[in-house]
């Protein structure tokens, strides 16, 4: 058994961490963070995941936690990097997280080791940090490198792990790729072997299509509201093409999260940086920034002023299943409505906590979608949460002072809508109106 060490306990290095405990693996987690490396050590999960702090405590003898990074990486066998590479002012990729690791790493190890880098990172990097392993080694150390992207989503991490669609792993010599290959033999998933730089761009090229994928629904949806057409019922007519596919058809309000508006931008800045447009890409990134913005645009059919005017928000997150708010729609509309003078409402099942983090007094957070609704007059709905989908359309009329919805994740179904006294505008569906000006 090989003895692994990871490096960052976010979303990726940790997921990683504890599926590779599940199948027998001793793993390391070493992160800078000291609060966060006592709590985990003491049992507690540090990001809301589902299926993650259970698993984190069924495999505990497997685990260990630290922010030694000297003793982790001492003797590993192999040292995974999971560290963020968050965008920097000009889209590019931050890399200084990935290179400090492998510095550390260098300055560490005592014997060879293979060196996997989960992070997403542009094309190149792995073998950029391969000659900074080198080039920082001790006497008598060989390092390997291999890239080995990651395809968890957020609310899905364990599942998407544990059950991969594909493990993509890129080497450039039998070693590396035979240490990879034995560690993931446990997982019994598609394996796809490449070189290190397809290996990198696998994973870009990965998310910018399902980005682009999203935003050209959007399009479409943009496209049914001026034509009449319904831009779920296109989904479903296109998705039963298998070379279509059925998922990530789903219009709303925009792509968020850590990695598509991320990945789209630091893949564009590479072309840019190469003399080469991604055309494609770049109209991606233009739709989604627009798409944000939907239903702002709508409300000023409905309202000319949104001064003192009391809105519920149904979803905080930039999707369900995570307490996430990065890319978030929600951080991008709410304070222009608070800046436009409207008192927000807010709901959400767990996202509250880090708004409250960036908005500690602005707004009213609720703790039940009725209080939220409650006496609103207009209703914003960023996250199809299934709290929110489960609803009884009636409490819209129920609880709001006047029931004008509009929804960014076409959560209900039209003909619910059309029996009751409301107006209900969604993305790419015709809107129904049947209150009374
Ligand atoms: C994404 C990818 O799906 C993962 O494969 C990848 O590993 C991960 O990024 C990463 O690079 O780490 P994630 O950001 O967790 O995962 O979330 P997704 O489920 O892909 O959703 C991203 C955004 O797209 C959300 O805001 C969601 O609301 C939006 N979306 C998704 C749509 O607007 N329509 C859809 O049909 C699907």
Redesign the pocket.
């Known amino acids: 058994m090989y003895k692994i060490a990871i490096a960052g306990t976010g979303?990726?290095g940790l997921v990683t961490a504890v599926c590779l405990a599940s199948k027998g693996f001793s793993v390391t987690c070493v992160d800078v963070d000291a609060d966060k490396v006592k709590a985990m050590a003491a049992g507690h999960c540090p990001i809301y995941e589902e299926g993650l702090p259970e698993l984190m405590k069924e495999h505990r003898n497997n685990l260990t936690y630290t922010t030694d990074y000297r003793s982790a990486y001492k003797d590993a066998d192999v040292v995974y990097i999971g560290v963020g590479t968050p965008e920097k002012k000009d889209g590019s990729a931050n890399l200084d997280y990935v290179r400090t690791v492998a510095e550390q790493i260098a300055e560490s190890a005592e014997k060879d080791c293979v060196v996997v880098i989960k992070s997403?990172v542009p094309i190149g990097t792995n073998q950029s940090i391969l000659a900074l392993l080198q080039e920082k080694a001790a006497k008598g150390v060989t390092f390997e490198i291999a890239s080995n992207p990651?395809?968890?989503?957020?609310?899905t991490a364990v599942k998407d792990t544990l059950h991969a669609s594909r493990i993509v792993i890129g080497t450039q010599t039998p070693h590396a790729r035979k240490v990879l290959t034995d560690i993931y033999e446990a997982f019994g998933q598609p394996i796809v072997n490449t070189d290190i730089k397809s290996a990198e761009m696998i994973?870009y090229a990965?998310?910018d299509f399902?980005a682009l994928k999203?935003s050209y629904?959007n399009e479409i949806a943009n496209l049914c509201e001026i034509t009449g057409a319904d831009v779920q019922d296109v989904a479903r007519g296109m998705g039963y093409d298998p070379r279509i596919g059925n998922?990530?058809?789903?219009?709303?309000i925009?792509?968020?999260?850590?990695?598509?508006p991320k990945?789209t931008k630091a893949l564009h800045w590479l072309a840019n940086f190469n003399d080469y447009e991604l055309k494609t890409i770049k109209a991606a990134i233009e739709v989604n920034e627009n798409q944000k913005l939907k239903l702002l645009k709508k409300s000023r059919k409905y309202c000319s002023s949104l001064q003192g005017k009391r809105i519920a928000v149904l979803g905080l997150t930039?999707?369900p299943g995570t307490d996430d708010l990065r890319d978030a729609p929600s951080l991008q509309n709410i304070p222009y409505l608070l800046e436009s003078g409207a008192e927000v409402f807010a709901w959400d099942p767990v996202g509250i906590p880090n708004f409250k983090k960036l908005y500690p007094n602005e707004l009213q957070y609720c703790e039940t979608i009725e209080e939220a609704l409650h006496g609103a007059e207009l209703c914003f709905i960023f996250t199809e949460w299934p709290q929110v989908k489960a609803l009884d359309p009636a409490v819209f009329v129920r609880q709001m002072a006047s029931p004008v919805i509009l929804d960014g994740r076409n959560c209900f179904d039209l003909k619910a809508m059309e029996a009751l006294p409301v107006v209900y505008d969604s993305i790419g569906r015709r809107a129904i109106r049947n209150l009374a000006k």
């Open positions: 979303y990726v997403t990651e395809f968890l989503s957020q609310g994973k990965s998310n399902l999203i629904m998922k990530f058809l789903a219009a709303g925009g792509y968020g999260g850590s990695c598509f990945d930039f999707k």
